[in-house]
C-alpha cells in the first residue's frame, strides 16, 4: 500500500508560512516589550530553537526592521524606536502588494494580520466597517 508524502515544495511553502508568522510574533514582542527580549526568552515563546530566533532576527534585520542588540546581562533585542507608529499613506498599489501577500502567506493565520487584512480592504475599497480584523462583525449602527 503506497504511503502518503508532502512533496518538497508544499513542504517549502509550510516552513516560509511558518517563518513569516515567528517573524511577525518576534516584530511585536520587540515592539510592545519594555526591556530587551533574549532569543532564549524568544525561541521559548514561540516554541522553536534559539538558533532559529537568531536566524529570524537576522533576516528581518537584513529586510530593514530596525532591530537593535542590547549587550550585557539584562540585553537582547529591541527595536530601536518604542514610540508609537506613525500614521502610514499608502497608493494603491502598495496596499494591493500586501494583500496580495497577506492572502498568499495566510490572511487569518494571527489576529493582527487578519485585522490588517481588514483595514487594507477597507482602505482599499473605500467601506467603513469592522475594525476588528472580523469581516462578519460591523461597527456600523
Known sequence: MPTETTSPSSLDNVLTLRRVVRQQRI???LSSATLPLTAIALAQRLGVSVRTVERDLARLRESGVPIVSVPG?????????HRNPE???????????????????????????????????????????????DPNQSTDT
Open 73 to 81: 546581562t539584562n540585553g537582547g533585542s529591541r527595536l530601536a524606536s
Open 27 to 29: 516584530v511585536e514582542w
Open 87 to 133: 500614521p502610514v499613506q499608502l497608493t494603491v498599489p502598495e496596499i494591493s502588494a500586501l494583500i496580495a501577500s497577506l492572502a498568499a502567506l495566510g490572511p487569518t493565520e494571527t489576529d493582527s494580520a487578519a485585522s490588517a487584512m481588514d483595514a487594507l480592504t477597507r482602505a482599499l475599497t473605500g467601506i467603513r466597517g469592522h475594525g476588528n480584523g
